[in-house]
């Protein structure tokens, strides 16, 4: 049974970079693909961004290029990075792991981790 | 590529068959995932590939659809089956939630 578990910082001030890790255990990150996802409080969920096994990465748009995924296999971890981070990305991170069958679908989620960004 | 997920807000009660419609903005084929999230919880994946039941998940639950028109069912709801329900298209970047609708209890 696979599980994953988000780390990192809790508040970030603004225009600084939050950084978070997911930690996997019970499969290894060199299968599949590996995502996150976030979800302000009372709102929907987004789509941040794909790494898969290769290192090769899909990110959303809409972060401008904000955003970068990245694997530390020595570790089975992935890790997710947000600069210039604005009262805009506070929200619940997940992380979350894909498999392929009609597209990338997250099958297992990480509990998810609250950051909030505050002076 | 934009889910739209109406209604918002869904009142059922114990026993009942609901349908909670899902409508994609252009065609995804049946790229397409429906994930169930109670409150403070991370979402449970339910569906993938539009109509199959993930390992684990109760044969109530069940899904249809291709293209652009998608349905998830739950026949029999019981009491946990309250919670809010997202599909999520796997067709094209950048990867979208619809916003959701929340199942209540009448």
């Known amino acids: 049974q696979v599980q994953l578990q988000e780390s990192g910082p809790g508040l970030v001030r603004p225009s600084q970079t939050l950084s978070l890790t997911c930690s996997v255990s019970?499969?290894?990150?060199?299968?599949?693909?590996w995502s996150w996802i976030r979800q302000p409080a009372g709102r929907g969920l987004e789509w941040i961004g794909r790494?898969?096994?290769?290192?090769?990465?899909n990110y959303n748009p809409s972060f401008e290029s904000r955003v970068s995924l990245s694997l530390d296999t020595s570790r089975n971890q992935f890790s997710l990075k947000v600069n210039f981070v604005t009262a805009a990305d506070t929200a619940v991170y997940y992380c979350?792991?894909?498999?392929?069958?009609?597209?990338?679908?997250?099958?297992?989620w990480g509990q998810g981790t609250l950051v909030s960004v505050s002076s | 590529i934009q889910l739209t997920q109406s209604p918002s807000f869904l009142s059922a009660s114990v026993g009942d068959r609901v349908t909670i419609p899902c409508r994609a903005s252009?065609?995804?084929?049946?790229?397409l995932a429906w994930y169930q999230q109670k409150p403070g919880k991370a979402p449970k994946l339910l569906i993938y590939?539009?109509?199959t039941l993930q390992s684990g998940v109760p044969s109530r639950f069940s899904a249809s659809g291709s293209g652009t028109e998608f349905t998830l069912t739950i026949t029999s709801l019981q009491p946990e089956d309250f919670a809010t329900y997202y599909c999520?298209?796997?067709?094209?970047?950048?990867?979208?939630f619809g916003q959701g609708t929340r199942l209540e209890i009448k």
């Open positions: 999520q298209q796997l067709y094209s970047y950048p990867i979208t």
């Open positions: 979350a792991r894909e498999e392929f069958d009609s597209g990338w679908y997250a099958d297992s």
């Open positions: 590939g539009a109509t």
């Open positions: 252009q065609a995804i084929s049946n790229y």
């Open positions: 790494i898969y096994t290769n290192g090769l990465t």
């Open positions: 019970g499969d290894s990150i060199m299968s599949g693909a």
